[in-house]
């Protein structure tokens, strides 16, 4: 009985030596990250550490051109569907499996897909396969989204964060996912960026000392002291939260409690733009516009003389309002120009249009003064002047 044992023993010895000398028992519900070794008319092949390849369905890994999405030595987070020696692998679980799948999911912490069938205030109705989930407002998206209804009718990937009741309350989370590959994606971009590089970054917040820009995965940070070639007031003056720039990477700081923190620079990216120094000190004057372009940080607009656009915070909008609503393309609107950024790009104002056109009025109400004062001198010292000829 024991050389059976000792045997036995020696036998899984002996296929885990051809795997460097260990190999994974995966079982299905497994999440494992993995390796693209092979790519097949049919499967992905991957290695999950088991004895031999795994299997994941080409199709999962295409796009929507048929397309193949990765290629070998990418990794990737998968789902164990079959266990043993050459396991069958997903990229998420298959929202027919009903509640044992989303216990599944939840305790591997992996992906289910839903779709979207309703959108409330508090956030997205989700239907999983026969089962009803909830995905609250905070809870869509890593930043906060005005308008949820987009998501109406899409099928979507969550991670399930909570069953209740034999699954009449599940709580989902898209978030939780998407900040899990915006991690694996800021590792990657880190390992490839050094001080002196000149990078596409997107605005992803402003503060008073500068504007956090999103490099891929990781952001870093444009101080107000490095937005200009001249003298810059407020950072919303030069860019705004969704836009897009090049900037260029000063430092990289490893902090010791794993933190790194990113220098970087706008104004060492991009040239000074001739008549920059002087647009700001040009007369203001009310123009029309046509809205030609809504994005997330600003409105588009095209006047009589050329375009440029209006950031958010200019835009006379209530609280929360929605600019895509508010500001249709063709819209007539009334602008003032506030200055030229480094990309010699207008910027304009709606919110001041108001208070510059009382700035007018007035200045039109004082020259006006002057002009009567100055004919009214002007009348008496003719008539003085002609009573002391005579």
Same mark, same amino acid.
């Given at each position: 009985?024991?050389?059976?044992?000792?045997?036995?023993?020696?036998?899984?010895?002996?296929?885990?030596?051809?795997?460097?000398? %260990? $190999?994974?028992?995966?079982s299905a519900g497994d999440s494992v990250e993995v390796t693209v070794?092979?790519?097949?008319?049919?499967?992905?092949?991957?290695?999950?550490?088991?004895?031999?390849?795994?299997?994941?369905?080409? $199709? @999962?890994?295409?796009?929507?051109?048929?397309? !193949?999405?990765?290629?070998?030595?990418?990794?990737?987070?998968a789902i164990v569907t079959e266990g043993g020696d050459r396991p069958?692998?997903?990229?998420?679980?298959?929202?027919?499996?009903?509640?044992?799948?989303? @216990?599944?999911?939840? @305790?591997?912490?992996?992906?289910?897909?839903? %779709?979207?069938?309703?959108?409330?205030?508090?956030?997205?109705?989700?239907?999983?396969?026969?089962?009803?989930?909830?995905?609250?407002?905070?809870?869509?998206?890593?930043?906060? %989204?005005?308008?949820?209804?987009? $998501? *109406?009718?899409?099928?979507?990937?969550?991670?399930?964060?909570?069953?209740?009741?034999?699954?009449?309350?599940?709580?989902v989370s898209r978030k939780a996912l998407l900040q899990e590959a915006?991690?694996?994606?800021?590792?990657?971009?880190?390992?490839?960026?050094?001080?002196?590089?000149? !990078?596409? =970054?997107?605005?992803?917040?402003?503060?008073?000392?500068?504007?956090?820009?999103?490099?891929? #995965?990781?952001?870093?940070?444009?101080?107000?002291?490095?937005?200009?070639?001249?003298?810059?007031? &407020?950072?919303?003056?030069?860019?705004?939260?969704? *836009?897009?720039?090049? !900037?260029?990477?000063?430092?990289?700081?490893?902090?010791?409690?794993?933190?790194?923190?990113? =220098?970087?620079?706008?104004?060492?990216?991009?040239?000074?733009?001739?008549?920059?120094?002087?647009?700001?000190?040009?007369?203001?004057?009310?123009?029309?516009?046509?809205?030609?372009?809504? @994005?997330?940080? /600003?409105?588009?607009?095209?006047?009589? %003389?050329? #375009?440029?656009?209006?950031?958010?915070?200019?835009?006379?909008?209530?609280? /929360?309002?929605?600019?895509?609503?508010?500001?249709?393309?063709?819209?007539?609107?009334?602008?003032?120009?506030?200055?030229?950024?480094?990309?010699?790009?207008?910027?304009?104002?709606?919110?001041?249009? +108001?208070?510059?056109?009382?700035?007018?009025?007035?200045?039109?109400?004082?020259?006006?003064?002057?002009?009567? &004062?100055?004919?009214?001198?002007?009348?008496?010292?003719?008539?003085?002047?002609?009573?002391? +000829?005579?």
């Amino acid at each position: 009985m024991a050389e059976d044992e000792d045997f036995a023993a020696m036998f899984e010895q002996s296929l885990a030596s051809g795997k460097g000398g %260990t $190999y994974k028992r995966l079982s299905a519900g497994d999440s494992v990250e993995v390796t693209v070794v092979q790519i097949g008319k049919d499967a992905v092949f991957v290695d999950a550490g088991a004895r031999a390849e795994g299997e994941i369905a080409r $199709y @999962e890994l295409e796009n929507e051109h048929g397309e !193949v999405t990765v290629k070998v030595g990418d990794r990737l987070r998968a789902i164990v569907t079959e266990g043993g020696d050459r396991p069958k692998l997903a990229m998420r679980f298959n929202a027919g499996s009903g509640l044992a799948g989303l @216990e599944t999911a939840l @305790e591997a912490g992996a992906p289910i897909e839903g %779709t979207v069938t309703k959108a409330v205030k508090a956030g997205l109705e989700v239907q999983i396969g026969k089962i009803r989930a909830f995905c609250p407002a905070s809870h869509v998206h890593i930043s906060y %989204t005005p308008d949820i209804s987009i $998501y *109406e009718g899409q099928t979507l990937q969550f991670k399930v964060l909570e069953i209740r009741d034999n699954g009449r309350s599940v709580v989902v989370s898209r978030k939780a996912l998407l900040q899990e590959a915006r991690a694996v994606e800021g590792r990657e971009t880190l390992a490839g960026l050094s001080p002196g590089q000149i !990078v596409d =970054g997107t605005v992803q917040a402003i503060q008073p000392y500068g504007a956090f820009v999103d490099l891929g #995965g990781i952001e870093g940070l444009i101080h107000i002291s490095e937005l200009g070639h001249g003298r810059v007031d &407020q950072v919303e003056d030069v860019v705004s939260v969704g *836009e897009q720039l090049k !900037v260029k990477i000063l430092t990289i700081d490893h902090a010791a409690e794993g933190t790194t923190r990113i =220098g970087l620079s706008l104004r060492q990216a991009t040239q000074a733009p001739e008549g920059a120094e002087s647009a700001g000190r040009d007369a203001k004057a009310v123009v029309d516009a046509e809205v030609v372009k809504v @994005e997330a940080f /600003g409105v588009f607009v095209e006047t009589a %003389t050329g #375009g440029g656009i209006v950031p958010t915070r200019e835009l006379d909008l209530p609280p /929360g309002g929605d600019p895509r609503r508010a500001f249709p393309v063709g819209k007539q609107v009334r602008v003032v120009p506030i200055g030229t950024d480094d990309k010699g790009r207008t910027r304009f104002s709606m919110r001041r249009v +108001e208070d510059e056109e009382a700035r007018a009025h007035f200045r039109q109400h004082r020259a006006k003064q002057r002009k009567s &004062q100055g004919a009214s001198v002007g009348s008496f010292g003719a008539l003085l002047k002609s009573k002391l +000829e005579r």
